[in-house]
């Protein structure tokens, strides 16, 4: 017996492979600090978790419409108009078991054998991933750290083609923190007027700014609206990874087919955790200010410690919980008699020799880079980045 072809071109995940590891080594009583999750350290919020305990205590634990019950969809619709200004019914929204499920029935409804879709790098992992599940091909668009990972309008014009069915967007970014401009944000509507893909727009990091306002590309261009999906869900504003629940907003018929996907897959998201979310959305705002302003200062403190480091740099990001650093000024030069050669390797040496669990950035799609998480304490950030400062001081 063998695996089937769709799985040759798929790689594991290098920040959950990564995590499992620092944690197995945690687990053996190794002093590891792991810069590799994508996972809030703050608590869900108490009245959070008291909305589902409620659900639990009044039996609601059966199974659910597949789309979600109608009080969450009808709350992520008023969410979706109060914060971002966008306008749908509960019938153009379907609840998922968390974001990532939703991009994937995204996919899986969309595409046919090689349709493309339009990925900017730096990229999360599993984009190019779900596409090729998918049976689609991904097209990706190379982008400059010296102009803010900004993608190039005319690279999105020369990348489109009569079968790209999608451009995706990702701000803030994960993996690195970038928050596209609206200027940026219009110019990319600009480019894909007069092409009928939609435009994914993933905005799970959207709570977590540290400067401006944000701003989804059909704010920008309503025009555009018709065919914007917009992903979102609870895991990193609300610190509900575990929870996992996600939701799509977009064109009915889209939505109708994702969720013959989710009928036959997962079917509903857990019942008390749709309770908790309908919590969530309606609870008040200032719940994100304790987080962000954590975030904020320990983003500063990060990105200080790390441009003093020798053949590092890193720019500070608007968004998220990422930074990442530039470690190609170590490429080519030695540690331990080994010349240095890319992210990959310097990512195993980070974790077997300092114990330190950092992502590299060649599964990102920039092997420049590494990509680290702060989202940890002050202590454990210092921690690690010493041990991360003496690996550079050993780089010769």
Known sequence: MNLANRLKAIKP???????????????????????AAGEPDFDTPDFIKQAAIDALNKGFTKYTPTAGIPELREAICA????????????????????????????????????????????????????????GGKPVIIETREEDGFAPDPEAIRKALSPRTK????????????????????????????????????????????????FANIGNVAPDLVPRLVVVNGMSKAFSMTGWRLGYTAGPKWLIAGMQMIQDQSTSNPSSFSQKAAVAALKGPESI???MVKEYRARRDMVVELLNSFDGVRCRSPEGAFYV???????????????????????????LNDFRIAAVPGAPFG??????????????????????FREFTASVR
Not at 371 to 384: H, Y
Request: glycine share 6%.
């Open 13 to 35: 995940s290098p920040t959950l492979a990564l995590n499992a590891k620092a944690k197995a080594l945690a687990a053996q009583g190794v002093d590891v600090v792991s810069f």
């Open 79 to 134: 969410k979706l108009e109060r914060d971002n200004h966008l306008t749908y019914a509960p019938e153009q929204v379907l609840v998922s078991v968390g974001a990532k499920h939703s991009l994937y029935n995204i996919f899986q409804a969309l595409l046919n054998e090689g349709d493309e879709v339009i990925i900017l790098s730096p990229y999360w992992v599993s984009y190019p991933d779900m596409v090729q599940l998918a």
């Open 166 to 213: 999608a451009l995706i967007i990702n701000s803030p970014s994960n993996p690195s923190g970038v928050v596209l401009s609206r200027d940026t944000l219009s110019k990319i509507a600009d480019a894909v007027r007069g092409h009928e893909c939609l435009l994914v727009s993933d905005d799970i990091y959207e709570k977590l700014l540290y400067t401006g306002e």
């Open 288 to 290: 994100f200010e304790p």
């Open 324 to 350: 990442l650093p530039n470690i190609s000024g170590l490429y080519g030069r030695s540690y331990k008699g080994t010349p240095l050669q890319g992210s990959l390797q310097v990512s195993e040496i980070l």
């Open 366 to 387: 920039v092997d420049a880079n590494i990509r680290l998480s702060f989202a940890t304490s002050r202590e454990l950030l210092r921690k690690g980045l010493e041990r």
